[in-house]
């Protein structure tokens, strides 16, 4: 099983609907991250978490929310979905150092 | 905010042809980390080098960190298929990950 692992793979949804990107992980690591991917912008951080009482937004915040349910889960909302919502997403892990990024497999989100 | 640039954002060459990529930040690194992205993957870490001048191998991919610890190569010897991916060059500076753009390499048989 994966380290990271994110759901769903795959969504289409309607402007204006609320989703769920559900994200967990197996890794023992208390910091967590969302990031946005869209083409020649590279990864831009929505919202991070260092814990299970510790929310942040990150440089894309606007029109996302997050919650923490658990150490190892993060979830990521599209309160009114739109098309400029349109990318790619992942969630990662990190120790305390930052050692190291572990990124799930991403969730392909379309909003028609 | 740092901001990271790298070049070239495209590279389609063919396969046992050798190749550069650069990394360039606004700022100096805390310390600079390289990662693959295969298509339908997330990012892989390849490497992290932390010292102004290091130079770091992992089998045909040499990692060369600049002297003053603002930008990076990746050099990759006789590509290979296998090879194809976006590498993303990044800061972690204790708080948060920092990513470029990206390169994105087509190695083609």
């Known amino acids: 099983d994966a380290d990271v692992t994110q759901t769903p793979r795959n969504r289409i949804t309607k402007t204006g609907k609320r989703i769920m990107l559900e994200c967990s992980q197996t890794?023992?690591?208390?910091?967590m991250y969302w990031y946005r991917q869209d083409p020649g912008l590279g990864l831009q951080l929505i919202y991070y978490?260092?814990?299970?009482?510790?929310?942040n937004k990150g440089e894309i915040s606007d029109g996302y929310s997050v919650s923490r349910q658990a150490q190892a889960k993060f979830s990521l909302s599209l309160e009114s979905a739109i098309p400029n919502q349109t990318a790619l997403y992942f969630c990662?892990?990190?120790?305390?150092?930052?050692?190291?990024?572990?990124f799930g497999q991403g969730t392909r989100l379309t909003v028609v | 905010t740092q901001l990271l640039e790298q070049s070239p954002q495209f590279l389609s060459i063919q396969e046992g042809e050798n190749l550069t990529v650069y990394c360039n930040s606004s700022?100096?690194?805390?310390?600079l980390q390289w990662y693959r992205q295969e298509p339908g993957e997330g990012p892989v870490l390849l490497v992290t080098?932390?010292?102004?001048?290091e130079v770091k191998k992992l089998k045909r991919l040499t990692f060369q960190f600049g002297d003053a610890r603002k930008d990076s190569s990746l050099h990759i010897t006789a590509a290979q298929p296998g090879d194809t991916g976006l590498y993303l060059c990044a800061d972690n500076y204790g708080q948060n990950f920092v990513f470029g753009p990206g390169t994105r390499l087509s190695v083609l048989p």
């Open positions: 700022s100096v690194f805390s310390s």
């Open positions: 990662a892990t990190s120790d305390n150092m930052n050692t190291e990024a572990f």
């Open positions: 978490s260092f814990d299970v009482k510790d929310i």
């Open positions: 890794k023992g690591h208390d910091r």
């Open positions: 080098v932390v010292t102004g001048g």
